[in-house]
């Protein structure tokens, strides 16, 4: 089947910088829009930014300005920039990709496992 499995997460003093990794494997035709969601405690998962096949983005308010989405299509990998990191950026982050398992099969959705993000001092 398909894995997405994240990476970069861990523990960051607020103002400063990660670059979360997403990389997507097994049985993969093809793979159309990718994002990363977040959930922190007590709280609903979100979507925080978002990326199109073709390089479009869009992001959540909170994030704009700080947050960069991008992704290596022959790598099957996304990637999260996050910088200028504020306390309330601190959740679990997933990525999320639609992923087409062969010529005839419709796009299919797969989460990875999650990561954590902590911005405290």
């Known amino acids: 089947q398909v894995q997405l499995v994240e990476s970069g997460g861990g523990l960051v003093q607020p103002g400063g910088s990660l670059r979360l990794s997403c990389a997507a494997s097994?049985?993969?035709?093809?793979?159309?829009?990718m994002g990363w969601y977040r959930q922190a405690p007590g709280k609903q998962r979100e979507l925080v930014a978002a990326i199109t096949s073709g390089g479009s983005t869009n992001y959540v308010d909170s994030v704009k300005g700080r947050f960069a989405i991008s992704r290596d299509n022959a790598r099957n990998t996304v990637f999260l920039q996050m910088s200028s990191l504020k306390a309330e950026d601190t959740a679990v982050y997933y990525c999320?990709?639609?992923?087409?398992?062969?010529?005839?099969?419709?796009?299919?959705?797969?989460w990875g496992q999650g990561t954590q993000v902590t911005v405290s001092t």
């Open positions: 999320n990709g639609k992923v087409k398992l062969n010529k005839w099969s419709p796009y299919s959705t797969f």
């Open positions: 097994g049985s993969i035709f093809g793979i159309g829009d």
